[in-house]
Structure formats: C-alpha cells, structure tokens
C-alpha cells in the first residue's frame, strides 16, 4: 500500500521533520523488519536524513544551501525564475532509505527525517513506501 503524507510549507526554505509521520505508518503497517522508502515527487522540494536537536543546523543548512545556489543570477534562463530550488532539489535528492528494525524506524538518536522546502509556501504531497523483509 502507497502512503501519502502532506506538508505545508510556510517559507520559501524550510526543513519540515516528518519522522513521527513516518514512523505512524510503519506502527500503521505492523511491520517489524523492512524499509521505509520517503519519496518527493516534486522538483523544488527534496527529503534529507539530518540532526533533529538543534534548529539551528537547519538554519545553517539552508543557508549554506543559498549561499552555493543565491536566488537571483541574471545569467539563469529557467522562465519560471526558481533555478535555485531545483538546484538544492537535486542537490538534496528526492528520497530517502530508512531501516525498519524492531517495528521502528533504525534512525540515530540525533537524526531525523526532513521534507525540504526549496520554493515555497507551497501544500506539497510526499509518498511513503513500506517493504517487508524478515
Ligand atoms: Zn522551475
């Protein structure tokens, strides 16, 4: 079965932690041994696995992301004016892997599971994926 998450993004950058979401659908699913596949089926968004204690890495994140990718460069010829958004997208990856060891997502005890907003606000969809292996 295909799980469906939404998002609601409220800046144009933002780091959106959706482990708890994740980890419903596995409780939901009764898996206890497999893989969690997070995919974002949107090419200005992307998911990440990074710290979950403190925000600031995620304001250094994407503001190290927007100083590699500034959103104005004259010499972009995306009409849509967004280049920098699929830039970090791609940079970001669209997905992410996660064990499912013991009915639980296998994750570092710092680490979560992010949604990144590159061209936001925006009511964004990402898909999640549950495949058994015992
Ligand atoms: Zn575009």
Redesign the pocket.
């Known amino acids: 079965m295909l799980h469906e998450i939404s998002v609601q993004s409220c800046k144009r950058d933002e780091m959106i932690n959706i482990t708890g979401q994740v980890q419903k659908i596995v409780a939901k699913e009764n898996v206890q041994e497999g893989l969690a596949v997070v995919f974002c089926a949107h090419?200005?968004a992307g998911i990440t696995i990074n710290e979950n204690a403190d925000p600031d890495v995620q304001k250094d994140f994407l503001r190290r992301l927007d100083e590699i990718y500034p959103w104005n460069m004259a010499e972009d010829r995306?009409f849509?004016g967004?280049s920098a958004?699929?830039l970090k997208s791609s940079t970001v990856g669209a997905s992410q892997t996660v064990i499912i060891h013991k009915g639980k997502l296998l994750l570092g005890q710092w680490q979560g599971i992010y949604f990144c907003e590159f061209d936001g606000p925006r009511a964004r969809t990402c898909f999640v994926k549950i495949i058994w292996h015992n």
């Open positions: 090419t200005t995306h849509e967004n958004a699929h």
